[in-house]
């Protein structure tokens, strides 16, 4: 298990945590290379990991001392549910994960119940990952300890997926009195700063960091020739 979950969750606050993910195929993926990326975002500031497989947290925990948010992606559909059993969530403790996030949006077969499960015998703390805001108070109301905007424009319902991340979901969390994350689709550093500014209690950035075939294609698409 990781450090305490409580103690984690004050590190967060406030901070940036960073999305350290490559998919099967991707030419990062490879657990010594996602820990070198985890190194680089410790080395930049950020607050926290955010880190997919027991595997991947692992190689993470031998190279920072950052928390980190553990998940464990499951496909279904179109996209991926997120440490949709208490079994995934085990490993991901094991294996050193101070916070775990579970997919509760309506398209998954998590409940509250798992939210108490998670909590109670594994002692690490949630993050609720959501896409709408009925299902993020439906989560805190649950026990959540976190609850993220990760998966708002990714459930079959409201595809297909904007470019801009959902900084009204993120107020409307946070007006509620939500402790909410923002995550999903933050680019710059003025989204980051729009996310604080209505409410977030932490910020996620992934791709935008940590994906160099994204970030290129973007640039490319502003060249005269397009991506080749
Ligand atoms: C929808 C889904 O499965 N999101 C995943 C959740 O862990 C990751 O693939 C994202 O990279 C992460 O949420 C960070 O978002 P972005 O890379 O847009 O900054």
Redesign the pocket.
């Known amino acids: 298990m990781g450090t305490d979950g409580v103690s984690a969750l004050e590190r967060i606050g406030g901070g940036l945590v960073v999305?350290c993910?490559a998919?099967e195929g991707h030419p990062l993926r490879d657990a010594a290379t996602i820990a070198r990326l985890a190194r680089c975002a410790e080395l930049g500031g950020a607050a926290a990991l955010?880190i997919?497989s027991a595997e991947d947290i692992r190689a993470v925990r031998r190279r920072t001392a950052l928390p980190v948010i553990g998940?464990h992606?499951v496909p279904y559909a179109h996209?991926?549910l997120?440490t949709p059993t208490l079994a995934l969530a085990e490993d991901l403790a094991a294996a050193g994960a101070d916070v775990i996030?579970i997919d509760l949006t309506h398209e998954s077969p998590a409940s509250g119940a798992l939210i108490t499960a998670v909590r109670e015998s594994l002692s690490v703390a949630v993050m609720a990952?959501v896409s709408t805001l009925e299902e993020g108070l439906a989560a805190w109301e649950a026990g959540a300890e976190v609850v993220?905007t990760?998966?708002s424009?990714?459930t079959a319902r409201h595809l297909p997926?904007p470019g801009d991340?959902d900084i009204a979901l993120v107020g409307e969390l946070a007006a509620r009195g939500v402790r909410v994350v923002a995550?999903?689709?933050?680019?710059t550093a003025e989204q980051v700063r729009q996310a604080f500014e209505a409410g977030a209690w932490a910020v996620?950035?992934?791709?935008?960091?940590?994906?160099p075939v994204?970030i290129t294609a973007r640039l490319a698409s502003a060249a005269p020739a397009g991506a080749r």
């Open positions: 999305s993910q998919p955010r997919n998940l992606k996209r991926h997120i996030a990952d993220g990760t998966l424009g990714y997926t991340p995550e999903g689709r933050y680019r996620v950035v992934g791709g935008a960091i940590t994906d994204a």
